[in-house]
């Protein structure tokens, strides 16, 4: 897996886009994919205009951050397979059959405004856990999100609950944590998030995503092996909400959202114009947008131009091979409150 990953990642290195701009030139860009450097900061940009339309939009915004994982053994005793661990972690948020973890939250919030963004981030062995963060308007407790992580416990038959203990003594340990926005903070200042208090939202969810600053090829053994398992199972790193993404795109400026409009064209004459050489056309464009042409790929040889058709993701189903690498099923049974046993004594 690692080395088709790695492979198709090298095809995007001479590949670029090519674009015809409004006034009809012909603009050339990289081809891009989620695992570039350069794509974090796409990420931050949308996290940035969330933050803003949120803090615009929510009276009190807090935000709530769940953690997700499950077990990286298998049924047999060894290692399970990054891709199916993973999917196995990510498919609790709505699952194929039952109520998952998005079903519990919009439950337990019921009543309240609020969004969300997915972030799948790598833990240090390589394989990959999920954060949730929870923008919520107005005040939430540790114990509004506890159905949320049941949930969780329940539709990944990996989650054990004592990687989700939301009874544990020390709070850092938890896989809840909350925290309100204070806008009068400084959001430019990347330290200004501190104890139970953010002032820099971007930079608060920005820490989950991962490192992007240096080369993918630079990068850890673990890194890679994280980055193939979100590639092959079609992962999104960071995703938004529906509600989040309509805030984001308010953020455009009114000229990238003018309608592109056809009008007839009344100095077109059928007699004159009708004919293969004449550049006058029998409509006009109005607010004309960008329009993609093709796919270059450049090598020692020159450069090779490819068509671009519209098409859908095409599914094959494969053999399972589950006996070679079977989960291993955890107990569904939710954190217990801690107790202590305690003697009282008759002090006359």
Not at 122 to 150: L, M, N, Q, W
Not at 215 to 241: K, N, Y
Not at 287 to 292: A, C, M, Q, R, T
Request: charged fraction near 30%; hydrophobic fraction near 30%.
């Amino acid at each position: 897996m690692l080395n088709e990953f790695l492979d198709w990642y090298n095809g995007y290195r001479h590949a670029h886009l090519l674009f015809t701009d409004p006034e009809g030139n012909e603009v050339r860009a990289q081809m891009p994919n989620s695992h570039q450097p350069r794509y974090g900061n796409k990420y931050y940009a949308r996290l940035k205009a969330f933050e803003r339309q949120m803090v615009r939009e929510y009276d009190n915004l807090h935000i709530a951050m769940l953690t997700f994982t499950g077990s990286t053994r298998n049924a047999n005793g060894g290692w399970r397979c990054p891709a199916d661990h993973l999917r196995d972690v990510v498919d609790s948020w709505r699952p194929d059959r039952g109520r998952g973890v998005y079903h519990a939250l919009r439950d337990s919030l019921g009543g309240k405004e609020w969004e969300y963004a997915l972030v799948v981030e790598k833990h240090k062995s390589g394989y990959g856990h999920v954060h949730c963060a929870v923008f919520v308007d107005g005040s939430v407790t540790e114990s509004d999100f506890r159905p949320a992580i049941d949930a969780h416990l329940r539709q990944c038959e990996i989650a054990h609950r004592d990687a989700h203990d939301y009874h544990a003594a020390e709070e850092s340990a938890r896989p809840i944590s909350i925290r309100s926005v204070d806008p009068s903070l400084d959001p430019d200042d990347l330290d200004a998030n501190r104890g139970d208090v953010v002032g820099n939202v971007g930079s608060y969810i920005g820490e989950y995503i991962g490192a992007y600053g240096e080369p993918l090829f630079d990068r850890g053994l673990d890194e890679l092996q994280f980055r193939a398992a979100v590639w092959a199972t079609g992962t999104q790193v960071v995703r938004f909400s529906e509600g989040a993404n309509d805030l984001i795109r308010s953020e455009r400026d009114d000229r990238d959202d003018r309608e592109t409009v056809v009008l007839p064209n009344p100095e077109f004459d059928p007699e004159k114009h009708a004919n293969p050489d004449s550049d006058v056309l029998p409509y006009e464009i109005v607010n004309p947008g960008w329009s993609i042409n093709a796919v270059g790929r450049v090598d020692e040889e020159g450069e090779d131009r490819y068509d671009v058709k519209q098409s859908q993701v095409q599914y094959t189903t494969i053999e399972d091979a589950q006996h070679l690498d079977p989960p291993n099923p955890q107990p569904e049974t939710t954190p217990t409150p801690r107790t202590e046993q305690v003697t009282l004594s008759d002090s006359t």
